[in-house]
């Protein structure tokens, strides 16, 4: 059973810089496809970032220059600096897993909340 437990969320001010944090129990993390997404009150979930396995990125438009999304394959554990804080960067940001071979991300965890006030 793969888990995923999200850390390093809390409350801060406009401009600030906060470090979200991943770790994934299982044996495969190397292998999997990792992302980030968040979901404001009232709004969807919305894609964040997605981390290849071989090193390659993507960032969503909305967040491109201030988040980047990095892994730590030692340490099973996957990162989102956010730097440049938005109030409208506020939501609850959850990461997620999946494997290469399939397009629906299969394991998620519980989702760390994120307060940026202006």
């Known amino acids: 059973q793969v888990q995923l437990v999200e850390s390093g969320g809390g409350s801060v001010q406009a401009g600030d810089s906060l470090r979200l944090s991943c770790e994934v129990s299982?044996?495969?993390?190397?292998?999997?496809?990792m992302g980030w997404f968040r979901q404001a009150p009232g709004k969807e979930r919305e894609f964040v970032a997605t981390s290849w396995s071989g090193g390659s990125t993507h960032t969503a438009d909305s967040v491109k220059g201030r988040f980047t999304i990095s892994r730590d394959n030692a340490k099973n554990t996957v990162y989102l600096q956010m730097n440049s804080l938005k109030p409208e960067d506020t939501a609850v940001y959850y990461c997620?897993?999946?494997?290469?071979?399939?397009?629906?991300?299969?394991?998620w965890g519980q989702g760390t909340q994120v307060t940026v006030s202006s």
């Open positions: 299982g044996r495969s993390f190397s292998s999997y496809v």
């Open positions: 997620a897993a999946r494997s290469l071979s399939v397009v629906t991300w299969s394991f």
